[in-house]
Nanobody, 123 residues
Framework: VQLQASGGGLVQAGGSLRLSCTSSRRTSSNNGVGWFRQAPGKEREFVAAISWNGDDTTYADIVKGRFTISRDRAKNTVSLQMNSLKPEDTALYYC?????????????????WGQGTQVTVSS
């Protein structure tokens, strides 16, 4: 499975961005998808995840109420709408394809990773 993340960019604090993750395989719509991020000098951290059918979503506490994850199974696309962005949201954002169908926060439960898209929030 190949994943393509896009939609990153430079935005001012308080602004919004919408990230997209597109999968190369139709069958990937049966798996959960997660978004993670990694800032320079820090470990990769969980951001949000969605189950195979979109019924379950999980968010990191630091993004709850600001970020929304959704998926379009027909288009093999998972989106991350990010509102009220803060400078501390600056990071390289990765989407990942889960080994199972759930919305997991655990990195080790994701088998395939995209190349990342840079999000930079200026103050």
């Amino acid at each position: 499975v190949q994943l393509q993340a896009s939609g990153g960019g430079l935005v001012q604090a308080g602004g919004s961005l919408r990230l997209s993750c597109t999968s190369s395989r139709r069958t990937s719509s049966n798996n959960g998808v997660g978004w993670f991020r990694q800032a320079p000098g820090k470990e990769r951290e969980f951001v949000a995840a969605i189950s195979w059918n979109g019924d379950d979503t999980t968010y990191a506490d630091i993004v709850k109420g600001r970020f929304t994850i959704s998926r379009d199974r027909a288009k093999n696309t998972v989106s991350l709408q990010m509102n009220s962005l803060k400078p501390e949201d600056t990071a390289l954002y990765y989407c990942a394809h889960g080994r199972g169908s759930g919305a997991s926060m655990r990195k080790e439960l994701y088998a395939y990773w995209g190349q990342g898209t840079q999000v930079t929030v200026s103050s």
